[in-house]
């Protein structure tokens, strides 16, 4: 449901409160333009609407490989379950710890906001000006690969998002099988995850909180 | 009933208990399930996920057994990779969105900076020093089951590998696999132009042949390397 049908919603639930009656055909009406107007607020953000669940799942004839990928990762429990992200935190915390080992993990996050910096530019900054401030978290969070593929889920809730830590479980057991790296989880936070969304947020002109842990909360201020 | 009618009747006795004992013997069923709880175990081919590489998964002959110790079967957070996956695959625009989507863009993001200050080769050498201890656990693997071992654990036997190549082809003392970063550049390249300067050669020339070249020479076999858009490491 987006902000605008759940408005509506609160108007009706409002209402009901109040003891006024609203008709069917009234709520229908105020429902069909809300939804109109939200479509075409999406349509206005150049390919937003179209390069995300566009309802191609089943006219794909890739999903045998992506299946197989799926049960072969679940299947591998030993030393520790392995997750769909299981290679994705790892290439993070490896660019990571040489990093911090070479003193350049402060411009490894500057470049990684830069690169991305079109996106926000082409996308984020428009959902902003057109739908608040949480159309930034929208954009960081569920709208993106990026994040959908790196947490295994999404708490949201307007102006916050919720994330379980990828990097925690991973990183201890890399430091339990290896204890080849110097990064610590604090690292992971002040050098990685908090710099780079504070500087998405500064390019797109919103502020961030972020309270790490092993649910980790983003806040838009 | 006349002799030669017994004679038919015997015959044709003989011919379907015949089929019926060879049905039983090939039942399907009686392969995947063995026979049934108590009884000897039986064998499906290939194996299950979960089981001993190339032999039946645990708990093979006893169906409820076979459920319990099948890995996947036992995971509670498949609805979370699900959607993932779901999300993932129904994304086709601006391009189809694949599940190596962000692991692939990610390390390209990376080498470019990586590449952009000249450190590439201590890069490599820091990927390969920090995964001592697992390479030297597989040269002993090699030592025992031969060089194929070496291949196995820099493949299909990690999720760094298995979950960035769309698949891995797997042949005795040879791995070849679709490139994830051909694709990728070019994408990277057109999404988000000016950002990326990197060539093809160079993932291939600066990261993929010296990390895997590392990774061989640490469990000490010889490979070779023939990028493309297939890619074909094999065993010197």
Not at chain 1, 87 to 113: C, P, Q, S, T
């Amino acid at each position: 449901m987006d902000t605008n049908t759940a408005a509506v919603l609160k108007d009706v639930n409002g209402s009901e409160n109040n003891g006024e009656a609203i008709s069917r055909r009234n709520f229908a009406k105020k429902l069909l333009g809300v939804s109109a107007l939200s479509s075409l607020g999406i349509s206005l953000i150049p390919e937003a609407a179209l390069a995300w669940l566009d309802g191609s799942f089943a006219q794909r004839d890739d999903l045998a490989d992506a299946v197989k990928v799926l049960v072969k990762t679940y299947s591998d429990t030993k030393p520790y379950p392995h997750k769909f992200n299981d290679g994705l935190v790892k290439m993070h915390l490896r660019n990571l710890d040489f990093a911090v080992r070479k003193g350049i993990w402060k411009e490894r996050a500057e470049h990684y906001v830069w690169t991305l910096g079109v996106v926000v530019d082409r996308h984020i900054k428009k959902g902003i000006e057109m739908f608040g401030k949480d159309a930034f978290l929208w954009g960081n969070f569920e709208r993106t690969s990026c994040s959908y593929q790196l947490y295994e889920r999404i708490e949201i809730k307007d102006g916050e998002r919720c994330v379980p830590c990828p990097f925690k479980p991973i990183l201890d057991q890399i430091q339990k099988g290896m204890g080849t790296y110097q990064i610590t989880w604090e690292d992971v936070h002040n050098k990685w995850c908090i710099p780079v969304w504070s500087g998405f947020a500064a390019n797109a002109g919103v502020k961030v909180e972020v309270e790490p842990g092993e649910i980790c909360r983003i806040k838009v201020v | 009933m006349s002799d030669r009618e017994r004679r038919d009747f015997t015959k044709q006795t003989l011919k379907w208990g015949g089929a019926l004992t060879l049905i039983a013997a090939f039942n399907p069923a009686r392969l995947v399930f063995g026979a049934g709880p108590g009884g000897p175990p039986g064998k499906a081919p290939g194996g299950a996920p979960g089981g001993a590489a190339g032999g039946p998964p645990a708990g093979m002959g006893n169906p409820l057994k076979m459920m319990q110790e099948n890995q996947f079967l036992q995971r509670d957070d498949l609805d979370d990779a699900l959607k993932s996956m779901y999300m993932t695959y129904d994304s086709s625009r601006p391009y189809p969105h694949k599940f190596n989507d962000v692991i692939s863009k990610g390390q390209l993001e990376c080498l470019e900076f990586i590449v952009s200050k000249g450190l590439e080769k201590e890069y490599v050498e820091h990927y390969v020093t920090t995964m001592k201890p697992i390479l030297q656990r597989i040269k002993q693997q090699v030592a025992k089951e031969g060089p194929d071992k070496a291949l196995y654990g820099m493949f299909e036997g990690t999720t760094c590998s298995y979950q960035l190549m769309e698949r891995i082809d797997v042949k005795q003392g040879e791995r070849s696999f679709p490139c994830p970063y051909g694709p990728a550049l070019e994408r990277c390249k057109q999404w988000l132009p000016e950002r990326f300067v990197m060539k093809w050669e160079e993932v291939c020339n600066k990261m993929c042949i010296p990390t895997w070249q590392g990774f061989a020479n640490e469990m000490e076999v010889k490979i070779t390397i023939t990028p493309g858009e297939t890619c074909v490491v094999k065993l010197a």
